[in-house]
């Protein structure tokens, strides 16, 4: 009988710790890299996969590097092949959480500190702002940062280094929902 109790306590508390879960897979990942008088350099990918605990403000988001979409075909095999080296680092990672994430006390803007993965290294992110909505279902999580290529050992040939940025400005959504 103590054995039946146990194991009924262990699948509530199992069942209590998946409704924290958020998940989409439809997140969306922007990034812009142009430079004043020279062509847009600006890519979306809208497959994103994340997931978001409520129960303690971790995150963690994954995109498929050959998901971003260009304007321009050229510019996106350019990317793929010369930049990115899609072939050999396929996904670009992100883990972290939200620093003072409290279901308590729901904020709408916070602060997230984590690591990304992209092209092979793996830097902190840290302070990044992020603006929070919740509704009984679903969390949607907005922010923007910026990295530089070269922190990720990406080497822009000198003859188009003008018109690339030294910052890529990365803007993020997702709507997570309950899973």
Do not use: W
């Not at 290294?121 to 702002?129: A, G, H, Q, R």
């Amino acid at each position: 009988m103590m054995k039946n109790i146990y194991l009924l306590f262990l699948c509530i508390s199992f069942t209590g710790i998946s409704q924290e879960k958020y998940l989409t897979k439809s997140g969306v990942l922007n990034f812009e890299a142009s430079v004043e008088a020279f062509e847009e350099i600006k890519a979306s990918n809208s497959n994103v996969t994340a997931i978001f605990n409520a129960a303690n403000g971790q995150i963690a988001a994954l995109a498929l590097v050959k998901g971003f979409r260009f304007k321009n075909a050229l510019m996106e095999e350019h990317f793929n092949e010369n930049y990115a080296e899609s072939d050999l680092y396929p996904k670009a990672i992100f883990k972290g959480e939200l620093v003072g994430f409290s279901l308590d006390a729901l904020q709408t803007s916070y602060s997230i500190q984590g690591t990304l993965s992209f092209h092979g290294i793996t830097k902190p992110l840290e302070n990044v702002s992020v603006e929070v909505k919740s509704s009984e279902n679903s969390y949607t999580l907005q922010g923007t940062f910026e990295i530089a290529p070269n922190d990720f050992d990406i080497e822009i040939p000198k003859i188009v280094r003008s018109k690339i940025a030294d910052s890529v400005a990365v803007i993020f959504e997702f709507e997570l929902l309950k899973k």
